[in-house]
């Protein structure tokens, strides 16, 4: 049998502390692993159903001090662990570029921003069951990969919250622009969805359940409603799940994390931010399932419940973290480069499939889509 022990992360190792602090998930390398990268293979491979199990109990593992060392090893490893690897980022709002056949980089997004609490790909239907970071090279300083309990915030929030994020679900809208400009570092739709092909996207998004409408400068907008919360299917818990994406969490986060910046870089990053939602168009927007904009209390009660849940620990060198997509939400605080984070997705789930067979604790929603927003 696998010694799948796991402990807390030392005082030393963590970021800052939090109520979450004490949470046991890092399973330490000893010598019953083996001491070379071909003995760990054979012990994953070995004891791949225990790990597997193991993440899908505790929702998070962080294997440190593992005879690891390039991306190729690391999807290695998890194709060890019997793992069902993505082989594209197809639809993926964050920046990112294959660095092997089934590996990416975790994140392209600008040093200096904040990227909030998530579940990966909240915004689509289809959704990773499991997401992988492997660390190549820990920033110069911060760059830390925070972990949120998704049902210790849900139990955070207010009852009047909970109630309202149940029922009104919510409403996710994207916006793609055409090709680069000066102003756009976003994704154009040709980036996101790996095609030229307005068939081949349209195909797409209707298998989403996804309403969309192209331009006639090409710009092409799409809209998805959601459930806010899931049950996990392993300990039946409910999940706070949602990417939110607005002037007022960035702000939060920007004042939370103040004494990361100087206090001009602050207020230049929250006029960015003010400018950018201020738009018709922003990238990514997210709002009440009725189409209603989150009111900046709504957001600070969802930011406070988060943050004041989260682990964050510092990278070391060859740490491979494994994440139940369900039960655990990450983010990414702000970098100061160089930083080497390698990431991999696995396992996709329909999150339509997953209400219908009553694991939801949502009602289920009618899936829209067709030819316009």
């Known amino acids: 049998m696998s010694p799948l022990a796991l402990e807390p992360l030392h005082p030393n190792e963590l970021s800052f502390e939090s109520n979450a602090s004490g949470l046991p998930f890092v399973v330490r390398a000893n010598a019953s692993f083996g001491t070379t990268r071909a003995q760990v293979m054979a012990h994953f491979r070995d004891h791949a159903e225990p790990f597997r199990q193991l993440v899908r109990r505790n929702g998070v593992a962080l294997l440190r001090d593992l005879p690891i060392e390039t991306p190729q090893e690391f999807q290695n490893a998890l194709e060890a662990l019997g793992y069902n690897l993505y082989t594209t980022n197809y639809g993926g709002a964050s920046p990112r570029a294959n660095i092997t056949q089934k590996t990416f980089e975790s994140t392209a997004a600008p040093a200096p921003f904040i990227i909030g609490f998530h579940t990966e790909f909240c915004y689509q239907s289809t959704r990773p069951g499991m997401i992988a970071f492997f660390c190549m090279q820990p920033a110069r300083r911060y760059g830390e990969t925070p972990l949120f309990d998704c049902s210790r915030v ?113 207020r230049a990053l929250e006029m960015f931010v003010q400018w950018e939602y201020a738009k018709k168009n922003t990238f990514l927007q997210v709002l009440w399932g009725n189409g209603q904009a989150f009111s900046q209390a709504e957001t600070e009660e969802i930011q406070h419940a988060a943050w004041d849940n989260a682990i964050a620990f510092r990278w070391q060198p060859r740490d491979l973290l494994l994440i139940d997509n369900i039960s655990f939400g990450h983010s990414r605080l702000n970098v100061k480069n160089p930083r080497r984070i390698i990431a991999a997705m696995a396992d996709p789930y329909d999150v339509r499939a997953y209400r219908a067979a009553g694991h939801s604790a949502a009602e289920p929603m009618a899936v829209e889509c067709g030819a316009s927003v």
């Open 154 to 266: 849900w139990e955070s929030l207010s009852p009047a919250l909970r109630d309202k994020l149940e029922t009104h679900g919510l409403l996710y809208r994207r916006y793609f622009y055409n090709r680069k400009s000066a102003l756009n570092f976003r994704k154009t739709w040709s980036e996101a969805f790996h095609t030229t092909s307005r068939d081949e996207v349209e195909a797409y998004l209707v298998s989403e359940g996804m309403r969309y409408r192209w331009e006639s400068n090409g710009n092409l907008a799409t809209e998805l409603r959601l459930p806010a919360v899931l049950v996990d299917p392993v300990q039946r818990k409910k999940r706070l799940s949602i990417t939110l994406f607005n002037a007022d969490s960035f702000r939060y986060m920007f004042w939370r994390f103040r004494d990361r910046y100087h206090p001009l870089q602050r």
